[in-house]
């Protein structure tokens, strides 16, 4: 339930609206806009079902909201949520670009990677030090010194660092070393580790799942929201459907849907949503053109030789090439990159 106030409702008024609710054995999200507060109920649906606050002083109306998930919707949160990571803000009117190899290879690999980027206007440098792979018998990641090494070159180039937890008992680890926590497909419904990101202080970057529905995608955002982190950024990376041309089939009219559900951010990841470097350049602009907030790009300086993902990554020359077309697209969209 959502409790709309009137545009004349007093601070007394919510208040007194909140504790109704709190006494009632329920939890309250107050959404403060520019002319109504909204009051968003949680807890028991028998215990919504009975209460009454229509009457109370300052109240608007109140409306039933049916979908499970509550915290992600946009009917509770009405204004886009901004994230803000060390001054970079991800869901504003910049767009940020998260870039980078797939794996973490050496200092050297990852040193040249970043400057490039870097250069070429990314925020965030990319790279997995774990590395979930179908095959056990693929490069699974450096692990740790991966992850010493990954922070290292982000550092020394000024870039902040975007990369997947694999396991909930590497969160204090991963947390130590990245800026933002990524919570990749084959994890998006791992509860466990969905409810210890509700608890860690870190903004986190949840990728859709392999063949996830856009409301199990929420709902799996809805898991971290309710553990008490409300930094959740969505990440469209392509579903497995009948297509075998390409890796993925990315479904681009999740960013509209997003967009219309939810209030908080979403990226868009052309590499993985493909498979093709070819490709990935018209998706991007593509992505943008459709509201995305952002995007995460696999960039290699020598992907012929890359131990993971190289048949989609770009060279440095192509990804500075594709900034430049999502600098004019983004104008258009009434954005800045």
Request: with cysteine.
């Amino acid at each position: 339930m959502i409790i709309v106030m009137k545009p004349t409702a007093t601070q007394e008024n919510i208040n007194n609206v909140v504790r109704k609710i709190e006494n009632a054995g329920l939890r309250t999200h107050l959404s403060t806009g520019e002319e109504v507060t909204i009051v968003g109920v949680i807890g028991d649906k028998k215990l919504i079902a009975n209460l009454e606050v229509n009457m109370l002083e300052g109240v608007d109306k109140s409306v039933r909201i049916t979908e499970k998930y509550k915290l992600v919707s946009r009917d509770f949160h009405p204004a886009d949520t901004i994230i803000d990571v060390d001054g970079i803000k991800i869901g504003g009117e910049e767009l940020v670009v998260m870039a980078g190899p797939c794996a973490v290879e050496s200092l050297d690999q990852l040193l040249e990677a970043a400057t490039l980027v870097k250069k070429s206007g990314a925020k965030f440098l990319r790279g997995g030090a774990y590395k979930p792979r179908t095959s056990p018998y693929d490069f699974q990641g450096l692990e740790e010194k991966g992850l010493k090494i990954l922070r290292q070159a982000a550092d020394e180039v000024g870039l902040k660092v975007v990369t997947e937890i694999v396991d909930k008992d590497d969160i204090p680890r991963m947390e130590e070393y990245s800026d933002i926590l990524q919570v990749g497909a084959r994890n998006m419904q791992n509860f466990q580790m969905l409810k210890a990101l509700g608890r860690s202080k870190k903004p986190i970057l949840l990728k859709r799942g392999l063949s996830a529905t856009i409301s199990e995608w929420l709902n799996a955002a809805e898991y971290i929201m309710a553990g008490g982190n409300e930094q959740v950024i969505f990440c469209e990376r392509g579903i497995r459907t009948y297509e075998t041309f390409t890796r993925n089939t990315l479904d681009l009219s999740a960013v509209a849907a997003i967009k219309e559900l939810s209030h908080l951010p979403i990226i868009v990841d052309p590499s993985h949503g493909t498979g093709r470097w070819q490709m990935v350049q018209p998706m991007a602009r593509a992505a943008i053109a459709a509201g995305a907030d952002g995007l995460i790009i696999e960039v290699h300086p020598h992907p012929e030789v890359a131990l993971s993902d190289g048949n989609q990554s770009l060279k440095p020359k192509n990804f500075d090439r594709l900034m430049k077309d999502l600098e004019a697209i983004a104008k258009i969209m009434g954005r800045t990159l």
